[in-house]
């Protein structure tokens, strides 16, 4: 291929600048790649932006639980890692359990969660008390415990990962959309932005999170990834009175979590019945829902203020699990479909990526998750 003068070259472009792109890209940044990310409006615009932060590894499904032990492991000493105080914390996470239906299914994911290690355990009504203090116990029969969850800063990691790819010598074009990219012969040549400018690679990662199916398209992969809206909420800061992330999944039920640090709850829960699309707009039943939601949990909350709430995108798979790894055409790669778990995964897939596209082969074996699967495995604890 004949390049045009000054046209810009990358051994992998990576479009989108969410925590799943920056974390590859530092990884293949930091083994020598020259990286380009590409992201239509700015860092964190997607989902990333907009979550709440929580970091678990209890989960249902095998290979999930592994790569989050490893993604738990390495957001312990990111920090140091990523030069920047990325506020991780390990306040656990607590799953409430209402009816033996959802109790059953909790003490089987306890069983597959041990095998691997994890200290997770089934405690009483009278135990969930004790870990958090005030909540009411009323319909309570138990909970999943896990100590070692926890929590961090979405923000301070992704332009952490960002900000070490420039040292690597990478760069990140803001503003940026990739309006195609050019194959021969069914491989990966360039892609080309809304610009004009054409970058040469051979090498393609497909991070764009809620668009991840459109950027399929670009090159005729079909991704069946669906954004649907979840909205969320954040209080005006407290003093401390919850360590762990507090979920109840009832259909009316809630999640939410305070920051160790400066004290202010975020939270959301998935609405019934699903909002489709990569819609932001935010909802009146949602800020008089989702605080009486919180309040029946925790008492205590009900002179809390809510200071702002917001929309962002879930993108969701079939099965609720990720989608991962090569596609039909050659030098083009997809980490999508997160399904709610980009940010907690962000760190373990972007290493197993990186080592994906280098080697050929990655130090866990993501093939679950690869785009050619049955859909048929979905996971339990969404």
């Not at 920047?84 to 607590?94: F, Q, S």
């Not at 008390?129 to 415990?145: K, Q, S, T």
């Not at 990691?157 to 309006?179: D, M, Q």
């Amino acid at each position: 291929m004949l390049l045009m003068k000054n046209q810009k070259t990358a051994d992998v472009v990576i479009i989108g600048a969410g925590i799943i792109g920056a974390a590859t890209g530092y990884y293949l940044a930091k083994r020598g790649c020259k990286v380009i990310v590409m992201e239509k409006r700015f860092p964190c615009f997607g989902s990333t932006g907009r979550c709440i932060g929580g970091i678990r590894a209890q989960f249902s499904h095998d290979l999930t639980i592994r790569i989050m032990l490893k993604s738990i492991a390495m957001f312990q000493t990111l920090d140091r890692e990523l030069r920047e105080d990325i506020e991780w914390y390990a306040g656990g996470y607590l799953f409430l359990a209402f009816d033996e239906q959802r109790k059953k299914s909790f003490l089987q994911a306890i069983a597959i969660q041990r095998k691997y290690g994890l200290n997770v355990t089934f405690v009483s009504p009278d135990e969930c008390c004790r870990i958090v203090p005030g909540l009411n116990p009323e319909g309570l029969i138990g909970g999943a415990w896990c100590p070692t969850d926890g929590q961090a800063n979405p923000f301070k990691v992704t332009y952490g990962y960002l900000n070490g790819i420039k040292r690597f010598g990478g760069k990140l074009l803001v503003n940026t959309e990739a309006v195609k990219i050019n194959t021969e012969r069914d491989r990966v040549v360039s892609v080309v932005t809304d610009n004009g400018e054409e970058i040469s690679t051979p090498t393609v990662l497909n991070a764009a999170g809620p668009w991840v199916k459109e950027v399929g398209a670009l090159v005729g992969v079909e991704i069946p990834v669906y954004p649907d809206r979840h909205e969320a909420l954040v209080t005006e800061a407290v003093e401390r009175c919850l360590e762990p992330m507090l979920v109840d999944y009832r259909p009316d039920g809630c999640y939410f979590v305070q920051h160790y640090g400066t004290g202010h709850f975020i939270g959301c829960y998935t609405p019934v019945p699903i909002v489709p699309g990569d819609r932001v707009d935010a909802s009146d039943e949602f800020i008089t829902e989702m605080p009486r939601r919180m309040v029946r949990l925790l008492p205590k909350l009900g002179e809390v203020k809510v200071l702002r709430h917001w929309a962002g995108s879930y993108e969701m798979s079939p099965d609720g699990n990720p989608i991962c790894g090569k596609t039909p055409v050659d030098g083009f790669y997809v980490a999508g479909g997160m399904s709610g778990h980009g940010f907690m995964f962000g760190p373990a897939i972007g290493e197993l990526m990186a080592e994906l596209i280098i080697t050929g082969k990655s130090s866990i074996d993501i093939s679950e998750f690869s785009l050619e699967r049955d859909w048929t495995k979905a996971e339990a604890m969404k």
